[in-house]
């Protein structure tokens, strides 16, 4: 089951973006243009083709 903090992160990207990104460390869904996750600080994003 999806929590509600995961669907609230993904109602706020680009619905049209075919490509999910995230936060290695902790989950935290962040815009493609993000380096570093605001909510952890890591540098490791990690980008899914949705499609």
Same mark, same amino acid.
């Given at each position: 089951m999806? =929590?509600?903090q995961f669907i609230q992160q993904i109602v706020r990207l680009d619905p049209s973006s075919a490509t999910h990104h &995230?936060?290695?460390h902790?989950?935290?869904s962040v815009e493609k243009d993000v380096d570093?996750?605001?909510q952890c600080g =890591?540098? &490791?994003i990690a980008a899914y083709n949705l499609e």
């Open positions: 999806l =929590s509600k &995230e936060c290695r902790c989950g935290y570093e996750c605001p =890591s540098q &490791e």
